[in-house]
């Protein structure tokens, strides 16, 4: 099949070589016509016209393309240093769902062992029906990750893990497993492209729940892929035509607009996630706080050599065990009780409430996804509620 979508509109004359945080809010516009609008509008239509053949760039038929991806694709391609549009998704794991069949069926995947839940469980399933073969790493350390990769084929990234905060070398171990012949594909949902390009380091495919920071404000599920190779980018829109897991115009018109102010809501909330952890640390009711941009982390040195700052969730554990974990969770008020992370409100979560979670996830471990509220109010709610745990 052929790539049926068209360059998108707002391309031309968009200036080059611009800052990260001024093309989330800069590209993907309509084109400086007068009394054009200065945002790109949502197009509801399940085809479009055309006679005679179908030419490469046709649009066609809206589960091939439609003008609202556009915008939005080329505004996270952009930051990324791709000279190709990311591809939308519907749900970050339709993304996942696309990515992980780029190896040959039957080949040796290796993976994180906390990799998110979701992008793990979908492995495992490939796995059990002889689809791919499954090799789960401690992705921190180098040296083991480097010894599993003879004979792989894909190796897949995500740093900071989720929820463990585990921070891979990504040019090393992308280095590594290109020259064990794989293919390597990160998840860069925790850092986004204004924290973290990993094109940058030689990943080939680049995975996003859009539905976390890109999108920012927990109203939409949305996925997408940013991939510089145009064989690879040709095969994910093939899985995107014929899965069909495709983006809604509403839903991507609404990630765009939260993408514009992206830059803020990371700056903000990530240097109040600095702050709590701080806190964290030094309160007799936690054990231990994982948190990249401690200078104690196990991963502090690497991500401050590969991250623009270190993200806005902090994995705690809660002296007491689960019981006192589900109390913190129990007593926060401001703070939001629920699963998800890298919306403007602050949230909090158990992680072993979910059955499929990892073992190795401690059952006393909160992820909190820091918000843009107020840092001291969300110090105040968090220790009042740890007070009731140890109470
Ligand atoms: C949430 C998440 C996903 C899955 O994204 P959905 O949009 O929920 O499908 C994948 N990877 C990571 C790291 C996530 O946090």
């Not at 609202?68 to 769902?97: H, I, K, N, Q, R």
């Not at 509403?250 to 990371?266: N, P, Q």
């Amino acid at each position: 099949m052929t790539d049926l979508r068209s360059a998108g509109p707002a391309a031309e004359g968009h200036p080059e070589n611009l800052a990260p945080d001024t093309v989330v809010v800069s590209a993907g516009r309509p084109g400086r016509t007068h009394d054009a609008p200065v945002n790109p509008p949502v197009v509801l239509s399940s085809t479009f016209l055309g006679r005679g053949e179908v030419q490469h760039g046709d649009r066609a038929y809206g589960r091939y393309s439609n003008p609202s991806w556009d915008p939005f694709e080329e505004t996270l391609a952009e930051p990324e240093g791709s000279p190709l549009p990311a591809l939308v998704f519907a749900p970050g794991l339709a993304a996942a769902s696309a990515a992980m069949p780029l190896l040959p069926a039957g080949g040796v995947l290796v993976m994180p062992q906390h990799s998110y839940q979701g992008s793990l469980a979908l492995a495992e399933q490939l796995a059990a029906r002889g689809a791919l073969q499954l090799r789960t790493v401690d992705i921190a350390d180098t040296e083991a990750v480097k010894a599993r990769l003879e004979g792989a084929d894909m190796l897949w990234l995500e740093s900071p893990t989720n929820p463990m905060l585990e921070i891979a070398e990504l040019q090393v171990l992308t280095a590594a497993a290109h020259a064990a012949g794989a293919l390597v594909v990160a998840d860069n949902t925790f850092s986004t492209p204004l924290g973290q390009r990993p094109l940058e380091s030689g990943v080939d495919v680049v995975v996003y729940s859009v539905t976390k920071y890109l999108a920012g404000h927990s109203d939409v599920i949305l996925g997408a892929v940013v991939t510089a190779d145009e064989a690879l980018r040709t095969r994910l829109i093939e899985h995107r035509s014929l899965h069909g897991a495709i983006a809604g115009p509403f839903e991507t018109w609404l990630a765009l607009r939260g993408v514009r102010t992206l830059a803020l809501r990371i700056e903000r909330s990530q240097a109040t996630a600095a702050v709590l952890a701080e806190r964290l640390l030094a309160h007799p009711g936690i054990e231990a706080v994982r948190y990249p941009g401690l200078p104690q982390d196990p991963g502090h040195g690497r991500a401050k050599a590969q991250m623009d700052g270190f993200g806005s969730t902090i994995a705690i554990q809660v002296r007491g065990g689960a019981e006192a974990a589900e109390t913190v969770v129990e007593a926060v008020r401001l703070w939001v009780p629920a699963t998800s992370l890298g919306g403007v409100e602050s949230l909090i979560e158990r992680r072993r409430r979910h059955a499929n979670e990892p073992a190795s996830v401690p059952e006393n471990l909160l992820r909190l996804s820091v918000g843009i509220e107020n840092a001291e109010d969300l110090w105040a709610d968090l220790a009042q509620a740890l007070e009731k745990a140890q109470g």
